[in-house]
């Protein structure tokens, strides 16, 4: 069925590097890409999302990136930091009747930060 | 504000009793939801509430009954609870049009035994 997933369940970085971390999706009617991150013992907490039919949105410190040949998101961390580590979650959201739908989620990939 | 609570935080039930978390949120949002995060998985939605008096189900709502009086409140309902049901329990809120950003409780850690 379709579904939300991502290639890697761990990540580890260096602290101060930059941090990528991917999903692939199967559905392409999907209207809404969006990332959570999820710290030890919390809920989730939105970072960013980006509609379908753009291919790059900016935030603080973060940029998501959506390649809709492949079906492939990611999440650039920038300078990644401790308090970064954390479970990292997409997710996507179609459309109903003009206004957003219920999300579905991926699996996570735990980014851990070595000092 | 408070954002979302949840209580309890933990809960150990034996097969067959019943019981309800709590979730209220003080943010006025209409929409509501509740999801279970099993270990190492993504979450999957159990109910939602678009507004007092309306819910709907979600992927997976069997073994669960939510209702909602209030725009603040939005409790779940265990009836018969089953070792299935050993999940993390979440409640999240969002504005009626912006459900990409969802507001989250700290979770109920939930054990049947």
């Known amino acids: 069925g379709e579904s939300v997933g991502l290639h890697l369940p761990t990540l580890s970085v260096q602290e101060g590097d930059n941090s990528i971390i991917n999903c692939a999706y199967s559905?392409?009617?999907?209207?809404?890409f969006i990332w959570y991150k999820q710290e030890s013992g919390k809920g989730p907490q939105f970072i960013i999302d980006?509609?379908?039919?753009?291919d790059k949105r900016q935030g603080q410190r973060v940029t998501v990136l959506l390649n809709k040949t492949v079906k492939h998101l990611s999440l650039q961390i920038a300078a990644t930091q401790p308090g970064d580590s954390a479970v990292y979650f997409c997710?996507?959201?179609?459309?109903?009747?003009?206004?957003?739908?219920?999300?579905?989620f991926g699996k996570g990939t735990k980014l851990s930060v070595k000092p | 504000n408070a954002g979302v609570t949840q209580t309890p935080k933990f809960r150990i039930l034996k097969i067959g009793q019943s019981m309800t978390l709590q979730c209220t949120q003080d943010m006025n949002h209409n929409y509501m939801y509740w999801y279970r995060q099993d270990p190492g998985m993504g979450l999957k939605l159990i109910y939602y509430s678009v507004g007092a008096g309306i819910t709907d189900k979600g992927e997976v709502p069997n073994g669960y009954n939510v209702s909602r009086s209030t725009t603040e409140d939005f409790p779940l309902r265990l009836e018969l609870a089953a070792p299935s049901q050993t999940s993390v329990y979440f409640c999240?809120?969002?504005?009626?049009?912006?459900?990409?950003?969802?507001?989250f409780g700290p979770g109920t850690r939930l054990t049947v035994l």
């Open positions: 997710a996507e959201n179609k459309e109903t009747e003009g206004s957003q739908g219920n999300l579905i």
């Open positions: 999240a809120s969002s504005y009626g049009v912006r459900n990409n950003e969802q507001f």
């Open positions: 559905n392409s009617a999907s209207d809404y």
């Open positions: 980006i509609r379908s039919n753009m």
